[in-house]
């Protein structure tokens, strides 16, 4: 596994506090979202070929959409992990948190992606 880089980790999770603080969703809403991101960019990180994944953060009307792109044109596989097992389990996690998650392949690599239907605080 490649070396996470915690400082790029916390400031995709402040950015996305704070596009969200800025339009009001509940801290409820902001701490699956952020789950939901980190657990992204971790799979992009060991996964995806790319020393630094793109992350973009869009918020229309209610709906958050976060993307994370990554180099790799393998897609995501959803895994049932064994009970006592340490990895396998950040798309289940993803799919918990958010309304709505899927991969679009790119030219060079993927972006998968989450929405959340999101209630003002």
Same mark, same amino acid.
């Given at each position: 596994m490649r070396?996470?880089?915690t400082p790029s980790l916390a400031i995709a999770r402040q950015s996305l506090r704070d596009a969200m603080g800025r339009?009001?969703?509940s801290?409820? +809403?902001t701490a699956d979202a952020e789950l939901a991101l980190v657990e992204m960019l971790v799979n992009a990180w060991r996964h995806g070929g790319t020393p630094a994944p793109l992350v973009l953060?869009? +918020?229309v009307g209610p709906t958050l959409r976060v993307s994370v792109s990554?180099?790799?044109p393998d897609l995501p596989k959803k895994q049932e992990p064994a009970p006592l097992a340490q990895s &396998?389990? &950040?798309l289940l996690l993803i799919e918990g948190l958010t309304h709505r998650w899927g991969v679009d392949p790119q030219e060079r690599g993927k972006?998968?992606?989450f929405e959340l239907e999101l209630e003002a605080a």
């Open positions: 070396h996470l880089n339009c009001g969703y801290p409820s +809403a953060i869009l +918020a990554d180099e790799s &396998g389990r &950040g972006s998968v992606w």
